[in-house]
């Protein structure tokens, strides 16, 4: 299923934040976009009412299995394509704003053969 970017990059935040924190509330998720926290309450209010987050009673964020594979597709889009632009020569600061803009519009089989080409030459980590 096709979601809006915002969306996407809200379910990255998430990911991320949990990753780094292991739990996850809405204030924190705010700090982390520099968006509002009402912003962020409703953001997070679709995100649910769609199935990609459940909040539990102690104002948690878990991302659902829709919600954590389309986070971990950008995120691993974000990753690889900010370490590939790098490698180019891009600044780090540059590369990583770039990745963030391409890979919500790359499709999967043009980054799946950028990710294969990338990795044959040595420009990013294997797996």
């Given at each position: 299923?096709?979601?809006?970017?915002?969306?996407?990059n809200?379910?990255?935040?998430?990911?991320?934040?949990?990753?780094?924190?292991?739990?996850?509330?809405?204030?924190?998720?705010?700090?982390?976009?520099?968006?509002?926290?009402?912003?962020?309450?409703?953001?997070?209010?679709?995100?649910?009412?769609?199935?990609?987050?459940?909040?539990?009673?102690?104002?948690?964020?878990?991302?659902?299995e829709?919600?954590?594979?389309?986070?971990?597709?950008?995120?691993?889009?974000?990753?690889?394509?900010?370490?590939?632009?790098?490698?180019?020569?891009?600044?780090?600061?540059?590369?990583?704003?770039?990745?963030?803009?391409?890979?919500?519009?790359?499709?999967?089989?043009?980054?799946?053969?950028?990710?294969?080409?990338?990795?044959?030459?040595?420009?990013?980590?294997?797996?």
């Amino acid at each position: 299923m096709k979601i809006q970017e915002s969306a996407e990059n809200y379910l990255e935040a998430i990911l991320v934040l949990r990753q780094r924190n292991g739990q996850v509330r809405s204030i924190d998720v705010a700090h982390y976009t520099g968006f509002s926290k009402p912003s962020i309450s409703r953001a997070v209010g679709l995100l649910r009412d769609n199935g990609y987050v459940s909040i539990d009673q102690n104002g948690l964020l878990n991302l659902t299995e829709a919600g954590l594979k389309i986070a971990e597709t950008i995120y691993e889009r974000h990753t690889v394509l900010t370490e590939l632009l790098t490698k180019l020569g891009v600044s780090p600061e540059t590369a990583a704003e770039d990745a963030c803009r391409i890979e919500h519009v790359i499709s999967a089989e043009t980054f799946a053969k950028l990710k294969e080409h990338a990795r044959k030459y040595g420009a990013i980590a294997g797996e």
